[in-house]
Nanobody, 123 residues
């Protein structure tokens, strides 16, 4: 069992940067890949990046590549996504999620989810 608690988010001006965090409970955090998704009102949950259990493999979709950076600290059981050059269309609730070992880009492949955190980008 893994519990994920998110922090960060809030209101940011377009062009700015934001760092979120997702802290995991349990001693097996280093065995889990961590994914990040976002969901805007009226839209489906969208994949925005993921990092493997070791941090050796990181994947991003083309929609955020170059603006979204994920890192993890297995000693602190925490994963940190950074979003740069924020745009109003980045406004959404952002979710972290965990699955064993290797990252994937589909919602259904993740076993545990954080509570979500709102990111609002003003123009």
């Amino acid at each position: 069992q893994v519990e994920l608690v998110q922090s960060g988010g809030g209101l940011v001006q377009a062009g700015g940067s934001l760092t979120l965090s997702c802290a995991a409970s349990g001693r097996t955090f280093s065995s889990y890949a961590m994914g990040w998704f976002r969901q805007a009102p009226g839209k489906e949950r969208e994949f925005v990046g993921a990092i493997s259990y070791s941090g050796a493999r990181i994947m991003y979709p083309d929609s955020v590549k170059g603006r979204f950076t994920i890192s993890r600290d297995n000693a602190e059981n925490t994963v940190y996504p950074q979003i740069h050059s924020l745009k109003p269309e980045d406004t959404a609730v952002y979710y972290c999620a965990a699955r064993p070992f290797q990252p994937l880009s589909t919602v259904a492949e993740y076993d545990y989810w954080g509570q979500g955190t709102q990111v609002t980008v003003s123009s």
